[in-house]
C-alpha cells in the first residue's frame, strides 16, 4: 500500500447493498480446517484470526501491487471503515517473499501511534492470504505526489 499522504475524516459511503467475498477464499467454506494439517503452511505466527469475513465486510478494490490486492473493508459491528492489504499466498514464491511478510507485519505491530503513520489495526490468515487490515488512507500513494508536484 505505501506511504499515504493523509488520514481521511472518513467520510459515509453509499451503501450498495454488494458484499464482496473474500477473493483469495476456497469454497470449502472453511479456510481454518487445515490449519493443523500438514500440507499448509502459514506466515503470520500469531494472527488475529482465520477468517476475516466474521468481522469485516470488505468493498471495492482501493489499489494493487506485486504480491495482492488493497481492499476497502467496512467493520460489521461498528461501521468503521479500513483498508485490507491481501497477500496472496500463491505470489509467496520464496523464503525471502515470505520473511518479508513477516517483518512487515512485525514492524508495524511496534511502530507507535502517530497521525503520519498508518496504524495496523488487525492480521488474519487463511489457507489463501494473508490479510493486513490497516488504518484507511486516502489521498493517494505519497510518491505519485512528490512525481506530480515535483518536490515533497
Known amino acids: 500500500m505505501g506511504n499515504c499522504c493523509m488520514t481521511p475524516s472518513v467520510q459515509s459511503e453509499k451503501k450498495q447493498g454488494k458484499h464482496k467475498s473474500n477473493p483469495f477464499a476456497t469454497d470449502n467454506g472453511s479456510n481454518h480446517a487445515s ?17 476475516i469475513e466474521q468481522t469485516y465486510e470488505l468493498g471495492r478494490e482501493l489499489g494493487r501491487g506485486e504480491f495482492g ?5 467496512t467493520d ?4 468503521e471503515k479500513f483498508a485490507c492489504k491481501s ?4 505470489k509467496l514464491r520464496t523464503r525471502v517473499d515470505i520473511e518479508d511478510v513477516r517483518r512487515e ?9 502517530h ?5 495496523l489495526k488487525d492480521t488474519y490468515e487463511d489457507d ?5 487490515v490497516m488504518e484507511l488512507c486516502e489521498g493517494g ?3 505519485d505526489r512528490i512525481v506530480a508536484r515535483g518536490h515533497y
Open 35 to 51: 490449519r493443523n494439517g500438514k500440507n499448509k503452511s502459514y506466515v503470520l505466527d500469531n494472527p488475529t484470526g482465520h477468517e
Open 69 to 73: 490486492v488493497t481492499f476497502l473493508c
Open 76 to 79: 460489521k459491528s461498528s461501521g
Open 87 to 90: 497477500i496472496s499466498k500463491n
Open 105 to 113: 507485519v512485525e514492524i508495524m505491530k511496534r511502530l507507535p501511534k
Open 115 to 119: 497521525p503520519n503513520i498508518v496504524s
Open 128 to 132: 489463501n492470504a494473508v490479510h493486513l
Open 141 to 143: 500513494e505519497l510518491f
